[in-house]
């Protein structure tokens, strides 16, 4: 049997919500906001950590908003992976544990070779399309793009031109069957022992099962990381982990095994 062959078998063992509420992202949001009240220091010592990330981004390319324009949008893209210990902190949460720091960074010991595969396969998406927005807004733009202001006025406000359409569209193309790919996939695996090719399978099972549900989350998604970043990214201290709990609560919701683990 191909490999194809054997991930479509064991995407059998989980059963895919028919039909979850329209509104239970709200839920979601809800769960994950007590997760991190419950355990405050992993999600902010994350929340912390994307922010300094960004901040080092910020000055490094301050004069090249042209490349830091795909930089923070690519950012969602590789999120699932950057939140993977806080889902393991919810899982301890949710069992009766207690768990701290060292919860979270136990998942990034390199013993499980299905994590650093798809972490490596989102890197090479977002790292795409970084690469695909600075193409585009260099060789489109009338003028130099290299700050914030020169891509509000160049960009965004442009009078004649669609490259901000085309920019929108093309991020678009690239996230959706990234979210697609992703939205349940590392909760997946970090609770099962299924290959990477079984939870990106059963995570687009879940979006074309619930298209209203998932597109609801995608676009909360959105709008709290732009809200996050925004607020000179300080807000994303709180609103990653924020989203982090929440989208363990989605994959509890989601997906249900039909048989045991194993």
């Known amino acids: 049997m191909t490999t194809m ?18 509104l239970a992202p709200l839920r979601w949001l809800a769960l994950g906001w007590r997760d991190l009240v419950r355990c405050p220091v992993p999600g902010l010592v994350h929340g912390i950590a994307v922010v300094a990330f960004g901040a080092l981004l910020l000055l490094v390319a301050r004069h090249r908003f042209w490349l830091l324009a795909g930089a923070f949008s690519g950012f969602l893209l590789v999120a699932p992976v950057v939140a993977t210990g806080l889902y393991a902190v919810s899982r301890a949460l949710e069992r009766g ?13 390199p013993r499980d070779g299905r ?25 489109f733009a009338p003028a130099a793009v290299g700050s914030p202001l020169d891509f509000l006025r160049v960009v965004v406000l442009a009078e004649t031109g669609w490259l901000f359409e085309g920019w929108l569209v093309l991020g678009a193309v ?7 790919s992703s939205v349940v996939a590392i909760p997946l695996l970090l609770d099962t ?8 399978l059963t995570s687009w099972r879940v979006v074309l099962a619930q298209p209203g549900t998932m597109a609801l989350w995608a676009a909360l998604i959105l709008v709290l990381t732009l ?3 925004a607020a000179a990214l300080l807000g994303l201290v709180v609103v990653v982990p924020w989203l982090a709990h929440a989208s363990w609560h989605a994959w509890r919701d989601l997906v249900r095994p039909t048989v045991p683990p194993g």
């Open 5 to 22: 062959g054997r991930d479509l078998d064991a995407s059998r063992q989980f059963a895919v919500a028919e039909q979850a509420p329209p």
């Open 97 to 109: 544990e207690r768990p701290g720091l060292a919860t979270a960074f136990a998942v990034w010991r």
């Open 115 to 139: 994590l650093v595969l798809f972490g490596l396969l989102l890197a090479l998406a977002g790292t795409g399309w970084v690469l695909t927005s600075a193409a585009l807004v260099t060789r």
């Open 174 to 180: 690239l996230a959706a069957p990234v979210f697609a």
């Open 193 to 200: 022992g299924e290959s990477v090719g079984t939870a990106v």
């Open 227 to 229: 809200a996050g970043m």
